[in-house]
């Protein structure tokens, strides 16, 4: 697995890829999530389009990130999530707690259209 960080004027992009399938590849997320926090960045996006497995441990990782940001009073959006990925979200219904987007662009446009 693999995290790749981007800024966008007040927005960090994580693009993640490989398989989020437990270990410390996954503890990674959530630590990465911290760092940004601590920077003062609140507003990201993780892109999922490179992800090509997730078991339950890669959708805690998701949902411990989004727990992070939301006491940071953030928002964590989802961009380029595969259909494999979306099928698994959409089964335990945990696409219900993110705002999802077809590409990192979109998901970007989205903050600058709420502020």
């Known amino acids: ?3 790749h960080e981007s800024i ?7 693009k ?7 270990g410390n590849e996954t503890k990674e997320i959530p630590e990465k999530i911290r760092s940004l926090l601590s920077d003062g960045m609140t507003d990201i996006v993780m892109d999922l389009g490179k992800v090509k497995w997730m078991n339950s441990t ?3 990782a998701l949902i411990e990130s ?10 964590l959006k989802l961009s380029a999530v595969t259909e494999k990925i979306k099928s698994l979200l959409m089964i335990t219904q ?18 600058q259209s709420s502020e």
């Open 66 to 75: 989004r727990r992070l940001i939301i006491e940071k009073e953030g928002n």
């Open 58 to 60: 890669g959708l805690g």
């Open 94 to 111: 945990i696409i219900q707690l993110f705002d999802t987007y077809e590409t990192v662009d979109r998901a970007l446009a989205s903050f």
């Open 8 to 14: 966008h004027d007040k927005v960090a992009v994580l």
């Open 16 to 22: 993640i890829s490989g398989k989020l399938m437990g």
């Open 1 to 3: 697995m693999g995290i």
